[in-house]
């Protein structure tokens, strides 16, 4: 079993910064990829960024140079920076962890139950 688990989410002012943490934890072995998502109150759930174990990163138009991912790879930890927060950013924060384990190369692709982050003022 692998599990995921986000910390950090809080209430923030507009303009306010805020670090989620998300920890992979149980049978991981070998991660490919981590990454943000988020869904906001009668929205779909949507990518916010992601990063591969080779170090790249993507974002998605609307976080782009307000938001980085990074990851702690010898402990399996993948960070969310988030800077200049605005309301539109209020949601519910997930992540995700797609690898493989070790017994039998099995592949898998594990959520954590969220984190909400509310920008308001």
């Known amino acids: 079993q692998v599990q995921v688990m986000e910390t950090g989410g809080a209430l923030v002012q507009p303009g306010g910064s805020l670090k989620l943490s998300c920890t992979a934890s149980g049978n991981v072995y070998s991660i490919s990829t981590m990454g943000w998502y988020r869904q906001a109150p009668g929205k779909e759930r949507e990518v916010v960024a992601t990063?591969?174990?080779?170090?790249?990163?993507s974002y998605s138009d609307s976080v782009k140079s307000r938001f980085t991912v990074s990851r702690d790879s010898g402990k399996n930890i993948l960070y969310l920076q988030m800077n200049n927060l605005k309301p539109e950013d209020t949601a519910i924060y997930y992540c995700?962890?797609?690898?493989?384990?070790?017994?039998?190369?099995?592949?898998?692709?594990?959520w954590g139950r969220g984190t909400q982050v509310t920008v308001r003022s």
């Open positions: 995700n962890v797609i690898g493989r384990k070790l017994k039998g190369w099995e592949s898998y692709n594990a």
């Open positions: 990063i591969v174990s080779g170090g790249s990163t």
